[in-house]
């Protein structure tokens, strides 16, 4: 396969068809998968508009290196972008060995792995939390923090990405992760003893209705998280919460639709963008059967950091509207604006002024028989342009079951796309030497592969056929770059991969 461009087009109102499997948000089961052939090799890298390196390279998680991955999506902004890295490049990144591989603990994982001076966080299946030696992959500590067992929902352990940074309190370095219990929990970084705990929404244990898909996001010394259903059955009334970093008292909450059995939705599974003025941007699930968009439902908000109250917000046109098209992706920030994937398959660009739409475009298909995935990824922005992964699509009337795309952050145009041979839901990651890592999920072949930012070309393993994947797997959870290194977690296991030699 080649990589291919096309030319891009505007994106009118279009009524589309979204169903993904089970119900409203995003049933994330393990399957097994392996690398196929897909394109060509290598180029040059990307770096990002002159002036803007050095912001982004600080605008992580406040107290950590920026050699780290402190957070999910590399923190506040969603950037998912670490322009420190520059280690693996497009012309070493075939030569790449797997140093080590944790397979006995927590898999499948579905959270993404966060690495901190010398250590990887990540929750696990089991409802585990683990910190892991980065240099061997060795279990240091653990603790348990929940797991739900299927009653209306499938089974869920740890789903939420960890964010680590100093308590503003006591200065310790400190884990903040949402358990598979309902409970926000602030872990002490070395030993994983709980500094506090504070609800966040307690599970029923007789029906599958609260579960802590959000990840939580820390800026300005509190913490924000979103609450949402386990899989629609039943809906819960979604919410944005506050929270002290300090202390885990609440301070907070934002509530999508009024009170009332009837008006349960609006959840919010995604987590929660902080901008540079410290407003809040949140995407929102579907509302009530026959009423989906009831309230704050099928909406990217707008919100005051210190009350949550709602300051603007774009709903999607009912045009757009389909079956189970509501917003699973986070917000990413970029050049003013604001933008988010909804499950129809169409990323929405706003100014982050008034909401207002700036440009749309599809991304990939709709969720639905025949073409399932969905579009819940963040795309890369690395002060330049945004990089993407979609699920099913069609390039230039071929279909694929995947891609990887540059668009200009201005209008959405599309600059190149390259075919996978599976579907992408987890977010890419980039570092700052222009390599993107891209997993693929579902359907088709599953893996992790690495991308030349400069030209979409695949970049295979040294001795594999061109396009093939770094590792096989199904992975939803993002690829990271951090200490000169690659960090996956997927269907079988955590994994590292580092230059020979370093």
């Not at 780290?68 to 070493?92: M, R």
């Not at 797997?98 to 901190?116: D, H, L, M, R, Y």
């Not at 499938?154 to 310790?172: F, R, Y």
């Not at 079956?323 to 699973?328: A, E, L, M």
């Amino acid at each position: 396969m080649r990589v291919v461009t096309r030319r891009p087009t505007q994106l009118g109102n279009k009524r589309a068809v979204a169903l993904i499997v089970g119900t409203g948000c995003a049933v994330v089961m393990a399957v097994s998968g392996g690398a196929v052939a897909s394109a060509s090799p290598a180029g040059s890298a990307v770096v990002a508009k002159s002036g803007q390196l050095a912001s982004l390279a600080t605008a992580t998680v406040a107290g950590v290196p920026d050699t780290s991955w402190p957070a999910y999506l590399d923190g506040p902004l969603h950037h998912s972008y670490v322009p420190l890295q520059t280690a693996i490049s497009p012309a070493n990144a075939s030569t790449l060995v797997q140093e080590w591989k944790q397979t006995s603990v927590g898999a499948p994982f579905v959270a993404t792995p966060i690495v901190n001076r010398g250590s990887v966080y990540i929750g696990g299946s089991n409802g585990y939390f683990y910190r892991l030696s980065e240099h061997t992959g060795q279990v240091l500590a653990s603790v348990y923090i929940g797991r739900q067992k299927a009653t209306t929902c499938p089974a869920n352990g740890v789903t939420s990405t960890a964010t680590i940074a100093p308590n503003p309190l006591t200065h310790v370095l400190t884990v903040y992760v949402a358990g598979g219990d309902g409970y926000l929990y602030a872990l002490r970084a070395l030993t994983l003893k709980p500094e506090w705990r504070s609800v966040i929404a307690i599970p029923s244990t007789k029906i599958n209705n609260y579960y802590d898909w959000s990840s939580p996001t820390v800026a300005n010394g509190k913490i924000y998280i979103g609450i949402a259903s386990s899989c629609d059955q039943p809906l819960v009334r979604g919410a944005v919460v506050a929270y002290n970093q300090g202390t885990g008292a609440k301070l907070a909450e934002f509530f999508t639709t009024p009170a009332g059995l009837r008006n349960r939705g609006a959840t919010v599974w995604s987590s929660v963008a902080v901008a540079p003025s410290g407003m809040l941007f949140v995407t929102t699930g579907n509302g009530p059967y026959g009423r989906p968009l009831f309230g704050d439902a099928e909406s990217i908000l707008k919100l005051n950091p210190n009350t949550l109250a709602l300051v603007a917000r774009y709903k999607i046109p009912a045009a757009d509207l389909d079956r189970d098209s509501d917003f699973g992706a986070s917000a990413v920030l970029f050049d003013g604006l604001v933008g988010a994937c909804n499950k129809n398959g169409i990323f929405y660009a706003l100014q982050r002024l008034n909401m207002a739409l700036a440009w749309k475009q599809r991304i990939g298909h709709p969720a639905g028989p025949g073409n399932w995935g969905t579009c819940l990824a963040a795309p890369v922005f690395n002060g330049q342009d945004l990089y993407f992964g979609s699920n099913k699509t069609t390039i230039n009337g071929v279909a694929a079951e995947g891609s990887v795309q540059e668009r200009s952050p201005s209008s959405g145009a599309l600059i190149w796309e390259t075919p996978l041979p599976g579907g992408v839901m987890g977010s890419p990651s980039m570092d700052g030497s222009g390599v993107l890592a891209v997993g693929t999920y579902s359907p088709g072949t599953k893996g992790v592969y690495l991308v030349n930012a400069a030209n979409g070309a695949i970049l295979a393993p040294a001795g594999s056929p061109a396009g093939s994947a770094l590792i096989s797997g199904a992975t939803f959870a993002q690829p990271v770059f951090a200490e000169n290194q690659i960090f996956i977690a997927n269907s079988s296991g955590v994994y590292a991969f580092g230059l020979p030699g370093s």
